[in-house]
């Protein structure tokens, strides 16, 4: 499986638009992450 190019617009949107969608109230669908620690790890 091939890696997204994220110099590619679409894959950036994309990217950037996901941790935007979450809240306080997000669920996790897998893993045990809290919102906080998923940004902190994301961040790195």
């Known amino acids: 499986m091939a890696y997204p190019n994220i110099f590619d617009n679409n894959t950036t949107t994309l990217l ?25 790890h994301i961040n790195l």
């Open 16 to 40: 950037i638009s996901r941790p935007n969608k979450l809240n306080a109230n997000s669920i996790a669908l897998w893993g045990k992450m809290n919102i906080g620690q998923m940004l902190h």
